[in-house]
Structure formats: structure tokens, C-alpha cells
């Protein structure tokens, strides 16, 4: 019974320390997505060319987990989620400190 209970703990404990992310669609552009392995650019600034924005993803932590306090951190985490989105630029917001907690897909015209 103790192992049971010391093994459900842990198991709560490493889920609760992960970094999750949820998009949410916010542009009305349409864009297929891309592949997987997709490469995209990633902005601090809006860019100078013409951009389309396509959803916000949102980052959340777990318990033993912070928020990325790198872009390219950040650019790991989110990959997957701006190439199914179809998107080839990431707009980031720095939360309070250091911090990357949420960040824009967007499409840039003329890019690939």
C-alpha cells in the first residue's frame, strides 16, 4: 500500500513539472500547417513585412518547472505547435523578469 501511494506521488510529481503549451486561435488568416521539422523565425518586435497573425500559444508550468527564460527554450517547446498552425514567424512576449510565457504564430508574406 505505502509503495502504491509513494508511486502515484511521484508519477504526480514529474507530470506536475512539465512545461505544457495551449494555442488558441485568434487571426482569421488561414494557412496550412507545415511539416513537422518546419523552421520559423522568431521576433522580440512585430517585423518590418507584412504579417499575418494566426493564434497565441500560452505556456504553463508544473510544479517543479519555470517559464523559459531563453528564446531558443522557448523556440523547443512551441515547435511543434507553430508548424502545425502553419506558421513561419513566433512573436514573443516577455512575461515579468526574464520570462517567455506566451507567444504569437504568425504568418510573414514572402517568406517561406
Request: include cysteine; glycine fraction near 8%; aromatic fraction near 10%.
Amino acid at each position: 500500500m505505502i509503495k502504491n501511494i509513494i508511486a502515484f506521488l511521484l508519477i504526480v510529481f514529474l507530470v506536475s513539472g512539465c512545461v505544457t503549451a495551449t494555442f488558441t486561435k485568434t487571426g482569421t488568416y488561414q494557412v496550412e500547417s507545415r511539416e513537422v521539422n518546419c523552421d520559423f523565425n522568431v521576433y522580440t518586435l512585430a517585423p518590418k513585412d507584412i504579417y499575418h497573425e494566426i493564434g497565441l500559444i500560452e505556456l504553463n508550468v508544473g510544479f517543479a518547472e519555470s517559464l523559459p527564460t531563453k528564446i531558443n527554450t522557448l523556440k523547443e517547446k512551441v515547435h511543434e505547435q507553430v508548424c502545425a498552425q502553419g506558421g513561419n514567424g513566433l512573436l514573443v512576449w516577455q512575461a515579468s523578469g526574464p520570462f517567455y510565457g506566451k507567444a504569437t504564430v504568425i504568418y510573414i508574406e514572402n517568406q517561406p
